[in-house]
């Protein structure tokens, strides 16, 4: 989240697609609630279901799943032609005025530089022009024909809301009044919330569904404001915190890009994720990269981590290519993976394409299993009748199962999806042996150094000197982790202005990552979190829940991600001269010295607003991007594809184009390809989702959940049951190309027939949560069905938009 | 007229209810006041995070015993803490039903191993576990860590052993497994975060 939970309160919108909060967020859906009856704030729901979200919003659309982008480049054409727009934002935060590269091309639905024996893009034209003083070049009249804002107006043109109405289903006139709502924000004092969930993620062009808000928002004004942004409500209580740490191969903590094989040393290394201004005077913090790196190196490798080592660089393995969840297991079914640790993780559960997962998890050696229950994945090897048929004599995999604590039985520090940092105590000892997660992977390790110690092997040094320094080796304590994840100085830490002045005497615990240096004088396990443990203690423990202005920052309650800041860009809710849109949600505002108001200022305290320094600090372009230049996979505007199984027989923005029918730069393994279902065969969109009564495969072991809702389901409206003589009640089973489950249909009002591309639609809704193991009726893991593709960018799998056929079983 | 905790039971079990019984001016002494204190008033109550969705809702969780070093403690209740500003006490049917998740039928209590080829499931000590673990992991990288790739750079890496890293961990622990694994050169890492 930009914002956080407590602030949808402040919007005057709140716009829900890709996610149903009402009944996945119940409790911070209450500040949705809260918004409509204190600011009179409407509530928009776009999904392919009536759900329980849309069962209490102001306006309904229902959407053919998968075609967001084509929804939302519709919301960007109407807002640009209907001049919808918050002008002096768009002209002086956003790029919108930067000159693109003439060689950038988009044609037939494929931008320049496209191959297609690789899947993927060559983006050299993807650029802006660049000045010979290297910074970009600009046209402040927004005419020039090769500006983002000229080149975006082109690009949505054919987002007309006939074109919409065709793809999405939806009919014109509710897209049409949705798009009325959203562009009544456009007004400077007004604000539109976005809260979206995996109902966008969990498609092949996922990232850039999210794009397209993220456009949508700076068109409005809404980034930085009260009550604005884009707020990804996120799953488990810690998802956020765990990615921020960087528990997958692409980036180390604090979203670190990962050295890969390119990166032959740290000087190309450090080069290549040190970026310079693209505008003058701009804040560009990424230039303070070196500072992040060798501090963690040096919370990592201590004495090891020097100048003289290039700090230990060579001691970080290297990323050969694609390492994500399905990569891992198409490596695993290829047999080049021998083992395997899941920790509180059920990927039998929670991957698409059952079967090749159990496949790939019998060629393993040996299989870790770390969890406090008996997960489905634990038993993959085991005969639970037609829900898992398998031979345990022909499957060689060791596997061990480990007991762990649960979240009751030890402490430390969540954060969720708002960024705030808050400590949890213990309240329990966990059941007969188990152990906490930290004693685990401290007894392997321990034992691993003392072999290595002992008899050598493989390139000991990175586990021989890695730093250990724990009061008792064996068990790491949450308070010591978390010290060293917010890091300390070595040395005194000087003030660059002023040397005689010392910011952090040697020993101390750093109160900021301005404090970082790269010369090796300070350590950080992960800089955005500088600051959770500072000199002053535990900051994450503070329970002070005093909100003085009204708008529910609550400073000084845990510690918010970063620097205890609440909302991001919040320099962008006041105008040039720093006077905020709308006085009375004051965030931030020039006091003629410094920023002042209500969060910790997202901009230099004392940068005058006459120095231009734009409110996005993280971008070398000190603005936000309409035109993401080289940084998305499939092309710097979001693009309607098709899904990779669609009911249609092409793309209709590009029908004689078979290339440009699905995302043309998703990886598709082989097999995998052949594996999706064509329309002929299996003539209904399926969905996944989630209900209320449960937490993805993880509440079916909790009883009184489990007597909530008992049994798998799928979800039909009347019109299909009617179709294929389906009643209530009925056993009903669904089959994709990759395989069928068997459960209980259930017939509602809430899934309508779509009228798409001149032909009827129908939509399965298919429940997750339920499997072999737990205190549910046994039943099929969901995710037999969902087919083994993800976004092009970050690889989370398809699961929200495949095809299936329906019958009485 | 004094009436100990025994014969107010017995009272009570003739049919007449307790208040009806105070207000007849029939009231019983201190022994009273234990028959009516409530469990939650001799627990400890600890301040926590629901470990389901991102919300992150404040709980308050309820401990029989003070949390003496020799008292083991069960917990008996948990609820929103209305402290927090995000939740202010209120919880979702997810989280109203944690107490059954911490005390599910299908909690692990100890190390198991199922040995290849096997149906069925053998408890071992956590010492032997290590070890076996430990020793299968050391071969496993010895024999397919790559120290550098075709072209000569030196990329020290080991992606035959593969790692999913739990979401609902938090951060510490997080922390100590990324620290952890990179140090051996695993690669093939990745977390519920990203599905």
Redesign the interface.
Known sequence: MTNHWVDIKNADLVFVMGGNPAEAHPCGFKWVIEAKKTRKAKLVVVDPRFNRTASVADYYAPIRAGTDIAFLGGVIHYLLANDKLHHDYVKAYTNASFLVDPAFKFEDGIFSGYSEEKRSYGKDTWKYQLGEDGFAKVDDTLQDPQCVFQLMKAHYARYTPDVVSKITGTPKDAFLKVCEYIADTAAPNKTMTNLYALGWTEHSVGSQNIRCMAIIQLLLGNMGMAGGGINALRGHANVQGITDFALYAQNLPGYMGAPGDADKDLATYLEKRTPKALRPGQMNFPQNFPKWFVSLQKAWWGDAATKETDFAYAYLPKLAGASDTLSIFNAMFEGKINGFFCQGFNPLASVPNKRKVGDALAKLKYLVIMDPLATDTSEFWKPHGEFNEVDPGKIQTEVFRLPTSLFAENAGTFTNSGRVVQWRWKAAEAPGDSKDDTEILAALFLRLKDMYAKDGGAFPDPILKLTWAYTQPAKPSPEELLREINGKALADVLDPKDPTKVLAKAGEQLGTFAHLRDDGTTTCGNWIYCGVWSQAGNNSARRDNSDPSGLGQTLNWGFAWPVNRRILYNRASADLAGKPWDPKRTVLKWAGDKWVGNDVPDMRPDAKPEENVMPFIMNPEGVGRLFSRELMAEGPFPEHYEPFETPLDANPLHPKNPKATSNPAARVYKGDMEAFGKAKDFPYVATTYRLTEHFHYWTKQSLINAIMQPEQFVEIGEELAKEKGIVAGDKVKVRSNRGFIRAVAVVTKRIKALEVDGRKVHTVGIPIHFGFKGATKPGFLTNTLTPFVGDANVQTPEYKAFLVNIEKA | MNVTRRQFFRVCAAGLGGSSIAMMGFSPTAALAEVRAFKLARA?E?????????????VL?Y?TGDKSKNA????IH?E?DP??????G?????????????H????????????????E?KRIS?SD??????K???A???A??M?Q?A?G????????????????????????????L??????????????
């Open positions: 400890t600890t301040r926590n995070t629901c470990p389901y969705c991102s919300v992150s809702c404040g969780i401990t083991h403690g069960s917990i948990i929103g402290d927090n500003p995000v939740n202010r209120t919880l979702c049917p997810k989280g109203a039903g944690l107490k059954d998740m911490i599910s039928a299908n909690r692990l209590k100890w190390p198991e191993v199922r040995e290849a080829g096997t149906a499931w956590w576990a290590f070890d076996r673990i430990a299968h992991m050391k496993d990288r010895d397919n860590f120290a790739n072209d750079v030196t990329v020290n890496r080991w992606t035959s052993t593969g790692y999913l890293a739990s979401s609902a961990a938090q951060n510490e622990v997080g922390y100590l497994t990324v620290k952890t990179r140090a051996l050169g695993i690669t093939s890492l990745d977390t519920q975060a990203r599905i």
